[in-house]
């Protein structure tokens, strides 16, 4: 949805009515993810994607009778055994796609909600998909959490309080891991019953990406991470070289020791399991005490840090005679990113990047051509 948002709501405020199919279940090797959206507008425009070619047509129709009808349909989209091409679905995988007509009448939540996405405030909006009362299909739920020690503001309700309070404490987990799924439970909210389904957009703000040393590879690195949607930090201690003109792809440019910096971030709440933290600074006054900080977190996506064999042997040398223990030290990723025979800082970027991915939804990082089984992984964490 994020994707689409804008469109959406442009629409939405000149009092049209469009057409919305969203991915909310995936299995095999479908190839976009939950929460991806596509919209059919009014004029007949369609934005955004749900399989990546494969449907779009099937959805696109489905778009036009729904917003003909006023009533939501969960279409299931896959291969048939006999037949790749028979119900749509060529790359072998199987995608479910709810569709919804949405307007200022049926969605008149919108805008807050796109406010809150655009402010980086997180807020999750949960859609009941199925249920054996028609009634309800399409009833939603809007929760934002708030500031740390706030009540949690929740708006809407499925007609039960067992429900409700189902629904509010498992999307304020997935919100809190950044993950949009469905969610199954009894028509009353029975946690081991079936007959409801509920889908839960968590729209969390980006992930963080951390790079540390201001050099020619960071300016790649926060490229290739902002291409590939993270909110990006550089932070160098020394201000000569941490400046916004310098790093114009990344987010924010901060001037601390980057051990200070990291530690200041996650005693106010800022990092969490998707930041992921590139050192480059290959400088062990600089790379020792931050990966000392680093690899003691207890929750945090990733950590890589760059430098020579011989630089990473001493690394660990003096990463161990700081008291790091040997599980401590496997989360590091030194060498950092993967085998690509890569020599200018967009390719070690590339390099990097490919690493992360790879761990976020545990690829092995070989060819492709080279394996069997499916391509798309769920995530290894």
Do not use: N
């Amino acid at each position: 949805m994020r994707e689409v948002l804008d469109e959406l709501v442009a629409w939405w405020e000149a009092g049209e009515t469009v057409g919305v199919g969203t991915v909310v279940a995936t299995f095999r090797s479908a190839p976009r993810p939950p929460g991806a959206s596509m919209l059919v507008g009014p004029d007949g425009t369609a934005v955004g994607s749900v399989s990546g070619g494969c449907v779009e047509g099937a959805v696109y129709s489905e778009a036009q009778e729904v917003v003909a009808s006023g009533a939501p349909s969960l279409q299931r989209y896959g291969v048939s055994d006999d037949d790749a091409f028979a119900v749509g679905l060529t790359c072998g995988g199987i995608l479910d796609v709810y569709v919804e007509r949405v307007s200022r009448e049926t969605f008149p939540e919108l805008a807050e909600v796109k406010a809150d996405v655009d402010a980086g405030r997180p807020v999750a909006v949960a859609v009941v998909i199925e249920h054996p009362d028609p009634a309800l299909v399409g009833r939603r739920m809007f929760l934002r959490p708030g500031a740390p020690g706030e009540e949690v503001d929740v708006r809407g309700s499925f007609d039960s309080t067992r429900a409700d309070d189902a629904v509010r404490d498992d999307a304020l987990g997935l919100l809190a891991a950044g993950r949009s799924e469905v969610l199954g439970y009894g028509p009353d909210g029975e946690r081991r019953g079936e007959g409801m389904r509920v889908f839960v957009w968590a729209m969390a703000p980006k992930p963080r990406m951390l790079v540390f040393g201001a050099i020619d590879f960071a300016a790649a690195v926060a490229r290739v991470g902002s291409f590939l949607g993270y909110h990006v930090t550089v932070c160098d201690a020394r201000p000569v070289f941490a400046t916004a003109t310098r790093f114009p792809e990344a987010d924010e440019v901060v001037v601390d020791w980057p051990h200070r910096y990291l530690q200041g971030e996650v005693d106010a709440g800022r990092v969490d399991g998707r930041t992921v933290l590139t050192v480059l600074t290959h400088d062990p006054k600089f790379d020792v005490p931050l990966l000392e900080v680093a690899l003691r977190l207890p929750e945090v996506g990733y950590v890589g840090a760059m430098g020579s064999r011989r630089t990473h042997e001493d690394r660990l040398e003096r990463l161990r005679e700081k008291g790091l223990g040997d599980d401590e030290i496997d989360r590091l990723s030194s060498p950092i990113g993967l085998d690509l025979g890569a020599r200018t800082p967009e390719e070690t970027a590339v390099s990097i990047a490919a690493e992360i991915v790879a761990s976020r939804w545990g690829g092995s990082g070989r060819r492709l051509a080279a394996t069997d089984g499916r391509i798309h992984a769920d995530a290894a964490r």
